[in-house]
């Protein structure tokens, strides 16, 4: 951390959580409407879930809270069985990432191939834009949706030019301030002018209060299940869950898609902070954060959250390397609840979509735009797949699609490179040799088979695997197929210049006729034959 926890340090991770924390308001409000439940449900959630993570998450630096990720997925569910289902959802939500960072399953974020990475930037710097956009419609006639406004009177004549007038003003301060000075994160500077100029002057623009009332109290405990069927409301009016087994098949298919989503998100976010910081690792402690965190949210009325990409963002680029930013933000917001409700409420909507607009600007990977005509296709058609698919479903959806697209054209790939050098043996007087190139695998087996000229070749044929590994079951299935078929025309095939977990597979098997540990270290070039009729090849 350079320089330890100078006055200067702490300064700087203040100012970035109470330009967090700012940010934050409107975000956890318009969410709370997404997912169709009371506004401090959402504003809960970003305390609670951004104090957890801040101060046990895997890597510092970054803001979780209520996502529109999660929230277009709890709507349905909020609908038909009501807000304490939700909170149950959350705990099982947070139950099962626990369960995934204690097993350590976050490493596999590591597959998540590059040009997903650049997809899923750009596809939610496009969803955080069009999420603004509701704030350029008269307040309480907008339906939010998780990628949009949906529906809603647009704003015109002076009100839309005022609105898109200081729109520009933020952005433009956030911009030129940091040539000028450091002493205040620009985001923070941008709201605070852009807000001074809208009160001094008494401009009729949508303010934050417009959205909502974010004033409450403490979040108070709760446990939302009952152990009757009959029995009793819950903080929002709506029955609590029955602590029963149909409750569970009721909330487990959302428990598991909130928990994937959540993961996915904050993980990926994880990445894209710690190339920004510099740190690596915290993908198990991350998860494990991010699941207690919910698990004790939906004991304390919050719809849960997960890491959020543009707050992060506006975090690690006002200079904040620190929890204390995170956990800054989490107790300003905590104080906006409690306290300055009425303050925050006059904040006008512009300033906070200009700091957010800046934020896609910052996010969205414009070099990506100039590699798609250098990077291969494939990659290429990965990049705005993802792209596209984010905006139009969600976070979790994408990533796998794209890691999939990009396997399979992995996969492709390599099927494609096997071949073979045919030769005369040096060592079997009249026996040819198949030197096989690439790998043999599930996408190879079949190129694999056609190599061979069975009706032609000598009695002897030798497959030299020098230059190839035998990777699947498939490969298995292939070459005692090719046995088969040798064994049948009368003649004998041998496997030459195995490595050692090529001769392990093989071994396991039963195939290797000789069981020899000489082959795979190269110091007896051993022939193995092949027993055939163990996978059933015919």
């Given at each position: ?41 959402g504003?809960?959630a ?23 990720a ?35 399953w976050?490493?596999?974020i ?38 949009g ?9 002076g ?6 007038g ?12 940091p ?15 852009t807000?001074a ?17 974010i ?8 446990i939302?299940?009952?152990a ?21 098949w ?6 598991l ?9 904050s ?24 699941g207690?965190?919910?698990t004790?949210?939906?004991f304390?009325g ?10 992060s ?18 107790l ?14 006059q904040?006008p ?33 990965v ?52 030197e ?5 695998f ?5 190129g ?9 070749d ?24 090719i ?9 004998r ?16 098997a039963?195939?290797l ?26």
């Amino acid at each position: 951390m350079g320089g330890g926890m100078t006055p200067g340090r702490i300064r700087i991770e203040i100012l970035a959580g109470l330009t967090v924390a700012l940010a934050l308001v409107p975000e956890a409000v318009a969410f709370a409407f997404v997912a169709g439940v009371h506004p401090l449900v959402g504003l809960y959630a970003a305390f609670l879930v951004g104090l957890i993570t801040a101060v046990i998450g895997g890597r510092p630096g970054m803001i979780s809270g209520a996502t529109g990720a999660l929230a277009v997925v709890m709507v349905s569910l909020v609908a038909v069985h009501g807000v304490e289902y939700l909170f149950a959802t959350v705990i099982l939500m947070g139950l099962i990432q626990i369960f995934v960072g204690i097993m350590r399953w976050g490493k596999f974020i590591r597959l998540v191939p590059h040009p997903v990475m650049l997809g899923f930037v750009n596809g939610l710097a496009i969803v955080i834009f069009l999420a603004q956009l509701t704030q350029f419609q008269v307040p309480g006639t907008a339906e939010v949706s998780g990628h949009g406004m949906a529906g809603g009177e647009w704003l015109s004549g002076g009100p839309l030019a005022w609105m898109l007038g200081l729109v520009a003003l933020t952005m433009a301060i956030i911009w030129l301030l940091p040539k000028v000075t450091s002493i205040v994160p620009a985001p923070l500077a941008g709201i605070g002018i852009t807000a001074a100029i809208v009160l001094i002057f008494n401009i009729d623009v949508p303010r934050v209060g417009d959205m909502a009332e974010i004033a409450g109290g403490f979040p108070q405990f709760h446990i939302p299940f009952s152990a009757a069927m009959d029995k009793g409301p819950g903080i929002y009016g709506d029955l609590l869950a029955p602590f029963t087994l149909q409750t569970l098949w009721i909330i487990l298919p959302y428990a598991l898609i909130l928990a994937a989503i959540g993961l996915i998100e904050s993980l990926l976010t994880l990445n894209l902070v710690g190339e920004i910081t510099g740190e690596k690792g915290g993908a198990s402690q991350e998860c494990v954060a991010q699941g207690v965190a919910n698990t004790v949210t939906g004991f304390f009325g919050g719809m849960g959250g997960c890491a959020m990409i543009g707050q992060s963002m506006i975090n690690v680029k006002s200079g904040a390397r620190t929890r204390i930013a995170g956990i800054a933000a989490a107790l300003f917001l905590l104080s906006f609840i409690l306290f300055a409700a009425p303050l925050i409420e006059q904040i006008p909507l512009a300033a906070l979509v200009g700091v957010m607009f800046m934020v896609v600007i910052g996010t969205f990977a414009w070099n990506s735009l100039k590699i798609l005509f250098k990077v291969p296709r494939t990659d290429a058609i990965v990049i705005i797949l993802v792209t596209v698919v984010t905006v139009a479903t969600d976070l979790a959806t994408a990533v796998v699609v794209g890691v999939i697209v990009s396997a399979l054209a992995y996969s492709w790939q390599n099927a494609k490179r096997i071949h073979a050098i045919t030769r005369e043996s040096a060592t079997e007087k009249g026996a040819k040799v198949y030197e096989i190139q690439g790998p043999l695998f599930f996408g190879s087996s079949d190129g694999f088979m056609e190599l061979f000229e069975v009706e032609n070749d000598p009695d002897t044929v030798i497959v030299d695997f020098n230059n190839s590994r035998v990777a699947d079951q498939s490969a298995l299935q292939a070459i005692e197929a090719i046995a088969l078929k040798y064994e049948a025309a009368g003649k004998r095939i041998m496997l030459r210049h195995l490595t050692r977990d090529c001769h392990k597979l093989l071994s396991k098997a039963g195939h290797l006729v000789v069981d020899s540990d000489d082959d795979p270290d190269y110091e007896i070039a051993t022939d193995y034959s092949v027993r055939t009729g163990i996978l059933g090849g015919h």
